[in-house]
Every structure is written in structure tokens, then in C-alpha cells.
């Protein structure tokens, strides 16, 4: 009926709860300290065509709202899998529970900035069987290698790209690509060329998240 169609989400996810801020300012200061390094310098003009000025990543990215960690983009029932996954006994079982997530890494590419999630084993009994394998390149990634938040997007570009950028990523450290690496206070910066930047936390940052789904 068409009420039952009614009752599947945007998408299901985990939200974070009473962080947003916290989280949104370290990211704010990561981009802040980014864009002053002479590495990231050096590398500018994959961030401007006019690399006479400076980069001003913080402007550079608009806010995409609340926070969040999506597991499945449904569409309101018209993406592959969508009924299926709502109807999932997991889905169902955790559905308004709260979970611990671990941030482990901030990624920043010209088109998205995002924090990197390392999903548990009971958090992976939520995560799409197809999240990964949907890209045929990545097919070959662990289970839960896309899990992100996305931070903030470059103008005109779709919170989506955030995921295929972590994956995009992931691939390249999957291949065992070293990369140009610098320290930060935070941890270990590599730059894999063509803008993309990866900090892995030397300390995860753990956040209270809530599995929910969003129908706006
Ligand atoms: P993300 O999870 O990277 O933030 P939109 O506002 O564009 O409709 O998207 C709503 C949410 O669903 C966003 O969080 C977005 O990206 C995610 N999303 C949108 N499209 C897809 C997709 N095709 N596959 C996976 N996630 C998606």
C-alpha cells in the first residue's frame, strides 16, 4: 500500500548526540591548521586555480547540517536494498539504541571534508552489504571501510561524494601507497596527491551516536 512505502526513511543512520559542536570545532581546527602548512601550500593549486591567494579551507567548505554517520540511503523505499534493509531484524532490534562510534581519521579532499568511522563488529550488523561493493574498485575493501560523517562539502557538490572519497582513499592505502607524510599534534597527515589529505587520529575520538533514520 502506499503508506507502507510512506514508512521508509531518506536514509537510516547513526546521529550524533550532544558532540555536534565539539565535533564540528575540531574539524574547523583541522582545516584551520591545513591550510597553513607549507606541505598543503605546496600543494594548493589542486584547491585553486589562482594559487597567488591563499586557501581559506574553513569558507572553502559549507556546512551540510546534523551530524550524522549514514548506514543506508534508502530514498524513501526507491533505492536498491531499501526495503530489505528496513526490514532488517538488526535494523529493527537497534533501532533508537545508542552507540559509542570511533572517529579514527579526518580526510579532506577538493570536493569534501569527513571524518573517518571505524565501525565494531555489532556496529557492522548494521552496515549495508553492498555500501562498498556498490563501487566495482572497491569491492575488494573490508566491510565498513566507507563508514563516515560528512563535515562539509566544496560548493555544489553532494554530501554523497564524501563516502566515494574515503573509499577512493582507502584504495590507494589497500595498495599499500605510502604517500607524503607529515606530523601533526593530532597525528600522522598524508597527502596521496590530487588534493586528497588523510589525518589518522592518534587518539580516536569517540562520540554517543543514536540509530535513527531521517525522513525530511
Ligand atoms: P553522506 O552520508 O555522505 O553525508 P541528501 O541530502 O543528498 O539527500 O543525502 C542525505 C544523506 O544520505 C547524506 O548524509 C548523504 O551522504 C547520504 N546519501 C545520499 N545519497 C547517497 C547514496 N547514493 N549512497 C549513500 N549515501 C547517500
Same mark, same amino acid.
Given at each position: 500500500s502506499p503508506f507502507e512505502e510512506m514508512s521508509i526513511p531518506l536514509f537510516f543512520g547513526w546521529f550524533l548526540l550532544s558532540v555536534q559542536e565539539k565535533v564540528k570545532c575540531t574539524s574547523m581546527d583541522f582545516l584551520k591548521t591545513l591550510d597553513t602548512l607549507e606541505i598543503f601550500k605546496k600543494h594548493m593549486t589542486d584547491f585553486t586555480d589562482k594559487p597567488e591567494n591563499e586557501v581559506d579551507l574553513e569558507q572553502y567548505f559549507k556546512d551540510k547540517g546534523v551530524l550524522h554517520c549514514t548506514t543506508k540511503f534508502c530514498d524513501y523505499g526507491k533505492a536498491k536494498g531499501a526495503k530489505e534493509y528496513a526490514q532488517n531484524t538488526a535494523v529493527k532490534d537497534f533501532y533508537g539504541s545508542t552507540f559509542e562510534l570511533s572517529l579514527t581519521a579526518l580526510f579532506v579532499t577538493p570536493r569534501t571534508v569527513g571524518a573517518k568511522v571505524s565501525l565494531t563488529e555489532e556496529q557492522l $550488523? $548494521?552496515?549495508?552489504?553492498?555500501a562498498e561493493s556498490s563501487v566495482p574498485a572497491a569491492a /575488494? $575493501?573490508? $566491510? &565498513? /571501510?566507507?563508514a563516515h560523517i560528512t563535515l562539509g562539502c566544496a %560548493? &555544489? @557538490? %553532494?554530501? @554523497?561524494?564524501t563516502g566515494l572519497d574515503l573509499l577512493d582513499i582507502s584504495i590507494l592505502q589497500h595498495e599499500g601507497q605510502k604517500g607524503e607524510q607529515v606530523e601533526m599534534e593530532l597525528g600522522q597527515l598524508t597527502y596521496f596527491g590530487d588534493g586528497r589529505w588523510f589525518l589518522s587520529l592518534t587518539e580516536p575520538i569517540f562520540v554517543p551516536a543514536c540509530f535513527s533514520s531521517f525522513y525530511m
Open positions: $550488523l $548494521l552496515w549495508p552489504a553492498d /575488494s $575493501l573490508p $566491510l &565498513g /571501510s566507507r %560548493e &555544489g @557538490v %553532494e554530501p @554523497v561524494q
